[in-house]
Every structure is written in C-alpha cells, then in structure tokens.
C-alpha cells in the first residue's frame, strides 16, 4: 500500500466568473521515504493540490476525488480526525518563511507548541526537544533562539524554524511547498541538503512543491509535471531531465539558464514559453497546453489526451509524446 | 529615549490644549462676575469680584498667571463654590474612574468575544445576529438606552436603583449596584465599537499564512484562534480602548446626567452653566491629561503584545 494515494482529485474555487478548476483530475501516489516532486509554472494548481490533503484550502473550495494516507481517506475527514494527522504524521513546510510564523510568539514556543500537542510533553521537556531540534535543522546557538522572535531571524532560519516544526513529531510524510522560494542560493542549497539528510535519518516521504526544476534535479526521485491543473507528466528524475515526453517539460527544461554558450557557439539566451497558464473554468476536452505547444496538432485542440506510459516508469499525457518542433529552434520564443 | 520623545510631544500638547481653552473660554459671552455676583449686582462688588479673580489684567497676563499656577498645582479657585478647583476635581475623577474602567472592562470582554464569535460565523446566521447587534449598540443614544434601563430594571422590574450614587466606604453592595446600569449603558457602544474592530482584526488574521501554520501544526480550531488569530488581533483592539478611554472620561457626560452621578462629566457641565472659568480650564486640563497619558500607556502596552516595537531588543536578524 502507497504511503500517500491520490486519485481523481478535482479542486474548484468559486469566483464571480464562475468556479475556477484549479486542480483537475489529478493522481499520484508516494511511497514511504520517497521524494517526489510537483512542478509546474505559478497557478497550474500544484499548492492547491497539497494543501487540500490537510484540509488547509479554505472553506470556499469545491473538492472531489480521493486521497488515502496510509489507506484512510483524508478528503471529508472529521477536523478532529485531521488535527491529530497535522503536524503528527503529515507535516508542512511553506513558501514564505517570513509570513508563516506567528510574529508575536516566540520560535521556540512555536516549535514546543506541536510537541506539547502530538506528545503531550511538559513545557520544560518540550523546550529540551526544541533545542535539540533547532540544532538538528542547523540553528546556530539554539538555546538563545529558542526565545527569539521570528523578525529577529533571517529567512534562512525561519524556514529552517519551519523545518523543526515539521519535523518534530517524526511525521511520515513531510509536504514542502515552494520551501526555498523566498530564499537565497546559498541559503537554499544548505535547506535541501538538510531535507535530504532528515529523509536518510527519519526514512520520511517528502512531496516537493515546486517551480524550479534545480531544486527537483537536487532531490528527487520522482517528478510529476504539472499544468492548469492536470498532471502532463510523470517520470524518475533521470529520465524526465534526460527524456522530456511532453513538449512543456521539455519547454520548461530549455527554460533553465545555463552560463556560457553552446558547444555550436549559439547564444544561449534565456528562454520562456510564451503564453500564460489559462484560468480553467470547465474540463476542456483538449490538451490544456495545446494554445502554447509548439507541436499542437488539430487532435490535441479537440481530444483530451490520456495518461499513458511510454516507457516504464514514464508516463505522459500527450498525442505526440517525445516529439521535436520539425524546424530546431523556433518552438520557444523569448 | 522613544519614551523620553514621546513624553516631550505630550506636554507641547498639552499647553496647546491648556492655550486653546483659556483663549476659548475668555472668547464667549457672558462674565463670571456678573455669574457670581447677580444681573442686578452693585458695580462695585463686579469690581471687587474682578480684582479678586484677576479678571481686570489683560488675557496675556492672565494666561501666564495661570501656567504659573498650574505648575504650581494650583489649578485656582473655582468661582462658584469658592473651593480649590483641584479639590473639586479630586472629589469627582475617582467617581468618573471608576466608572469608566467598569464600563470598559464589560465592553472589552463583551465586544472581544463577540468579535471572535462574529469572525467566526462569518456568513452563518450567528455572525450576522452579532453584527446587527453591534449595530443596535453603536447606533442607539445613551441616553435614551439609560432611561430605558432604568425604565426595564429599576422601574418595571425592580432590581436596581434608578440612580444616584453611593460610595464605597458607605455600603460596598449599594456602591455596586449603583455601578451596573451606568457601567452597561456606557460601555455598550463601546462594546460595538471593540465588537467591529475584533472582528475585522480577526477576520484578517484568520487568513494569514501563519494561521495556516498554525492549523498545520494540528492545533485545535480553539488553539489557533486564541493563540494565535486573536492574541494578533488584540493590538488593534488595544489601540482602540486606548483611544476610547479617554471618550470614555470626557464622555460620561450624558451617562452621568441620566443616572446622576456626581463624577467628572457633570462636573463639566456643572461648570460650563454657570460659567466657572477656573474650572473648566481645570476639567480641560485633566481631560487632556488623561487623553496624553491614556496614549502613552497604549504605546507602552503594545510593546508589551508585539515584540516587533520593543526597540531595545539585543539581537539583531
């Protein structure tokens, strides 16, 4: 039995215009200590899709479809069935570090406050834990912090205040959404350093949220592609970087800057798709990427393509997978 | 060194406020020593009045007499009763205190959890019969709301007195309950007032990403919105009974009339009819008072809810 079972999940939220689909039909599945990736461009649903696992989408979204942890059903659950879930078995880390702490509590009593809830630990036992924790995650002086208040640290330790928060009840399955987006490099390399090294200790799962393919070479195992809502393709991090099957992930692989030029001397610019992720409000029976592919053919605008593997461990949702434009280097713009 | 700044731009305040009321006082019509001695009077008795008074020296001189006075402590002779304006004063702020601090502490605990409730049941019908509430309180006069209470619990169903006041030395029961009309009629509007500003603290709040942290830790709904969505929420609500407080010592005026209290808002009105100078500059001055030093506590206190304005703090981001 997977750790995590996704299946079908649809997720709509109402506006004046009508219900935006901002997650459709979406599955996957997570095995125990696995790091799986979700990519996708700003607003293809990837955060919706995680965050409505915790019941943390906010009561205005339409749900459907299925999602088992540890083969119970998550999606409808009782609050009371999802509090003792929280922070115990499946925990989050968010994108802004900055945001995402209380700014009149202290760090530390923060961190206490999970283990004081999940263990039912004494104030001064949970503090012990705390300090213990805030030097795992790599704090520096973590007695000192543990008092601190969270705009007296940089976003680097936030995020890894974060982290210990996460990780102090030993969750399962750790949901990192964007976690080094509002970081610097630098700063960044040492939290993905720091995840991967929890995931060898703690044997927990890791689904990874994010925009940055760097990030998904850096820790993967397995990456699932997302656009406008739908999963387009799912594959090892090996094959996707080396045999992109779907014309977005192979946009989205050109799109990353590299430095210097090309063995052939061409300019290496950086590279965009054009075109927008569009705003869903029904299920079109077409490829959704079809408007920007550079390869759409009449089918794809017309026939919504199925998840199919293409060779195992492979899986995309395209007419013409594996495909190149027939004229090099017109398919992307800038 | 803050403090230091902010107490410096208080007492300028307070002399403008001290300026504005002598000017404004000595602007309109009607003398004092036609007030104390009768329309009829012998004009040498006017005299004599004036001279006793100080009234016959020019504004100028008078003003700076009476910043002498005042720094003195001396906040001069009220004209009507003759005694010590400080000593009138002194006799009536406790009253008005203690009113006050009952009205707002009801009003605080009422309009904080309603706040909390009407956040809470947003667009459900709990949260709208709290919002229409809130209105009803803001909205209705207090004295109509006094003479209805009085009307209600005094009169139709006895269980309080109508008015009048009894202090605490004399019968401690009848001292409270005297207070708990007034202290309600008071701080009902208040309460409306801390009920909206809640609830749009909370509102806001609520949606914060750490909220959702909050929620993500598996904190319980009552976890979160205490500990978390409502103690950021009480900055605001801070700032605003700081704010009132100071409504709330000068504004006991109609409260005061309707159940004859004899506190600082009718000794105001006391003073203004029979044109006491001495006097109202006396309740200016401690209004103004009470308004500077009510703010410079709210300050104080919000370092105390947000660690982000204790300046001093040592370590640095």
């Not at chain 1, 001064?124 to 002086?141: C, M, N, T, W, Y």
């Amino acid at each position: 039995m997977s750790l995590l079972d996704v299946r079908d999940l649809t997720v709509r939220f109402p506006t004046v215009k009508g219900p935006v689909l901002a997650v459709d039909g979406l599955s996957y599945h997570l095995e125990p200590g696995e790091i799986v990736s979700l990519v996708g461009e700003s607003g293809c649903g990837k955060s919706v899709g995680i965050q409505t696992l915790l019941g943390l989408q906010g009561p205005r979204a339409k749900i459907s479809g299925s999602a088992r942890f540890d083969g119970e059903e998550l999606l409808g659950a009782s609050e009371r069935k999802l509090t003792s879930i929280r922070g115990k078995q499946m925990a989050c880390v968010f994108q802004d570090p900055m945001s995402s702490l209380n700014p009149v509590v202290t760090v530390g009593k923060q961190v206490a406050e999970v283990l004081r809830r999940h263990r039912g630990l004494s104030a001064s036992k949970a503090r012990l834990r705390v300090i213990d924790l805030f030097e795992r995650v790599g704090i520096p002086a973590p007695a000192q912090r543990y008092s601190a208040y969270p705009h007296e640290m940089s976003g680097g330790m936030r995020q890894r205040v974060m982290i210990a928060m996460a990780i102090a009840c030993e969750p399962r399955l750790l949901l990192a959404d964007e976690p080094t987006t509002a970081l610097d490099v630098t700063i960044q390399a040492g939290i993905l350093e720091l995840l991967k090294e929890l995931r060898e200790s703690t044997g927990m799962a890791v689904l990874l949220v994010t925009h940055d393919l760097g990030v998904v070479a850096d820790i993967a195992d397995r990456v699932i592609v997302m656009y406008a809502g739908r999963k387009v393709e799912e594959a090892g991090v090996r094959a996707l970087f080396n045999d992109p099957q779907h014309q977005y992930t192979r946009l989205l692989l050109e799109a990353i800057p590299r430095r210097g030029t090309r063995s052939g001397g061409e300019d290496r610019r950086l590279r965009g798709i054009p075109g927008t992720v569009p705003t869903l409000y029904d299920s079109p029976d077409a490829c959704t990427f079809a408007g920007r592919c550079p390869i759409a053919s009449d089918r794809c605008r017309t026939e919504r393509p199925g998840f199919t593997e293409v060779v195992a461990g492979q899986a995309v949702a395209c007419w013409n997978p594996g495909d190149r434009p027939t004229v090099t280097g017109t398919g992307a713009g800038r | 060194m803050r403090l230091l700044a902010r107490a410096g731009s208080a007492l300028i305040t307070l002399l403008i406020a001290v300026a504005v009321v002598f000017l404004g006082v000595r602007a309109l019509p009607g003398d004092p020593a036609v007030a104390l001695v009768g329309q009829e009077g012998d004009p040498a008795a006017l005299e004599a009045v004036r001279r006793q008074y100080g009234l016959d020296q020019p504004i100028a001189v008078q003003f700076v007499k009476y910043l002498e006075q005042i720094v003195t402590g001396n906040l001069g002779t009220s004209v009507r009763t003759g005694l010590p304006v400080s000593e009138v004063i002194a006799g009536a702020i406790p009253v008005t205190l203690e009113l006050a601090v009952v009205s707002m502490s009801v009003a605080v605990a009422i309009g904080v959890t309603t706040g909390v409730i009407a956040a809470l049941g947003r667009g459900r019908l709990i949260g709208r019969l709290v919002g229409v509430a809130a209105l009803i309180g803001l909205s209705v006069p207090a004295f109509w709301l006094g003479l209805m209470a009085i009307l209600v619990f005094a009169i139709l169903i006895p269980i309080l007195p109508a008015s009048g006041f009894v202090p605490i030395g004399d019968d401690p029961v009848a001292h409270v309950t005297h207070l708990v009309l007034p202290a309600l009629v008071l701080g009902s509007a208040f309460a409306s007032v801390i009920m909206r500003q809640t609830r749009a603290a909370m509102l806001e709040a609520l949606t914060t990403d750490y909220v959702r942290t909050a929620t993500a830790k598996g904190l319980s709904r009552w976890q979160v919105v205490v500990k978390h969505a409502l103690r950021n929420s009480l900055i605001v609500v801070v700032t605003v009974v700081g704010l009132q407080l100071g409504t709330l010592i000068a504004g006991a005026v109609v409260t005061e009339q309707v159940f004859v209290i004899p506190g600082f808002g009718k000794l105001m009105i006391d003073a203004v009819t029979t044109r006491d100078y001495p006097l109202i500059q006396g309740v200016v001055l401690i209004t103004a008072t009470a308004y500077i030093v009510i703010n410079l506590l709210t300050d104080l206190l919000y370092s105390v809810i947000d660690p982000r304005v204790r300046v001093t703090s040592g370590s640095a981001a």
